[in-house]
């Protein structure tokens, strides 16, 4: 099946964490799973570390000469310590690991279970990030929980980059801030659990909706027990069945949107 550019239709599994897969054997069950389903994979890190074991595990997959994982590189609100603490330091020390990433992510701000790293500190890093991604006109995955309303007064002071808010659960009147904005929005495993997420995925407009799994932590965190990339298909599955289409048409929509960051080449 193809879709109108050509390209090979597959799965799109738009925020995973291939780094936290345990190495050998789960690891490697986790890339053959990639292949065998051709599920294109955006590869997201939370620090430098996670970023170099997202390159190793990417290096292992070629299909044909395609690309099906892209290592991302991003600071998680989380992992903000430790850092470089004034703005040109921190913008000397990022800047090559920035410029080797096609998209940036995972970055953001978390005001709800981050309780150590303090929210300026947070804010430093986050707009160290996103002006690099203005500078550039890149796409970030985008981290939002408990800090909503900043995250999105943050994000109009750098126009030029190319938001994605992952997994959001939280206030409508935000959200409709995201989406009056073009920002893609990435829907997951909660969309078969929670109701407030169907009602988001329910107005969202189709030109802006990506799937993702965040495996192989967040169906377990929801109380599930899949944490293969093949549960990309089940989340596919689960958006069509609330936009009310078929899951060859959901399929079509989020490669046509995943294209539209460049990631596909």
């Known amino acids: 099946m193809e879709a109108a550019s050509g390209t090979f239709i597959m799965f799109v599994d738009f925020h995973t964490h291939l780094h936290m897969y345990t190495e050998g054997t789960c690891l490697n069950d986790a890339l053959h799973s ?3 389903n051709t599920i294109f994979t955006v590869a997201a890190s939370v620090d430098i570390l996670s970023w ?6 990417a290096g292992l997959v070629n299909v044909s000469g ?11 609100p989380s992992y903000c310590a430790g850092l470089p603490d004034n703005e040109a330091g921190l ?13 940036i992510g995972e970055i953001g701000l978390d005001f709800w279970w981050e309780k150590k790293i303090p929210h300026h500190v947070q804010e430093r890093v986050f707009r160290c990030i996103l002006d690099h991604c203005s500078r550039t006109g890149k796409y970030c995955v985008i981290h939002t929980k408990g800090a909503e309303q900043r995250v999105a007064d943050i994000l109009a002071d750098f126009p030029g980059a190319k938001p994605v808010i992952h997994w959001y659960d939280g206030p409508i009147n935000v959200y409709k801030i995201f989406l009056s904005r073009g920002y893609m929005q990435t829907f997951g495993c909660e969309v078969r659990y929670s109701g407030h997420v169907r009602r988001l995925l329910a107005m969202t407009p189709p030109e802006l909706l990506l799937s993702e799994t965040d495996n192989p932590a967040g169906e377990p965190w929801l109380g599930g027990t899949d944490s293969s990339p093949e549960l990309i298909k089940r989340v596919v599955g689960d958006m069509a069945g609330v936009k009310r289409i078929s899951c060859t048409e959901m399929e079509t929509i989020i490669l046509q949107n995943a294209g539209r960051t460049g990631i596909l080449r």
């Open 91 to 103: 913008t000397s020390y990022l800047e090559p690991f920035l410029a080797a990433s096609p998209l």
């Open 52 to 57: 170099k074991k997202s390159l190793a595990a």
């Open 34 to 36: 990639i292949i065998c």
């Open 66 to 76: 395609k690309k099906l994982i892209v290592p991302t590189f991003g600071i998680h």
